[in-house]
């Protein structure tokens, strides 16, 4: 992964992120890692892996492949949770509606691909 794909990634998670209403140790704990991991992804410090990548842009109800575009993805899935904090089970959560979410979405393209 080159050093630019790693800063666009970086700044394309923390805006998510921010949109999301999400805090970084939030973040860090759905993945299992260190509050200060995350901030050196987003500043671009350090990589992400695959298997990470994946787990956060389904979080953030996004294709993987968006996060390393040049302009912040704008089209995310969003879904309303009550409550003042989200923790691991919530955060799970999310990821396993959006994932169902993102799916959809395929599938509906796949579609529309065959009946042309």
């Known amino acids: 992964m080159t050093m630019?794909?790693?800063e666009l990634i970086g700044n394309n998670l923390r805006i998510l992120r921010e949109n999301a209403g999400f805090n970084q140790q939030s973040i860090a704990t759905f993945l299992g890692v260190d509050q200060s991991f995350i901030s050196k992804i987003e500043k671009?410090?350090?990589?992400v892996s695959a298997e990470m990548l994946e787990k956060l842009?389904?979080?953030?109800g996004v294709n993987a492949s968006s996060l390393l575009q040049k302009e912040t993805v704008n089209k995310t899935l969003s879904c309303a949770f009550r409550?003042?904090?989200?923790?691991?089970?919530?955060?799970?959560?999310i990821c396993s509606v959006n994932r169902i979410a993102l799916n959809s979405e395929f599938m509906h393209g796949l579609l529309e691909e065959n009946e042309r």
């Open 44 to 47: 671009g410090e350090r990589a």
């Open 83 to 93: 409550g003042s904090e989200l923790g691991q089970v919530e955060m799970e959560a």
């Open 57 to 60: 842009a389904t979080l953030f």
């Open 4 to 6: 630019k794909n790693i």
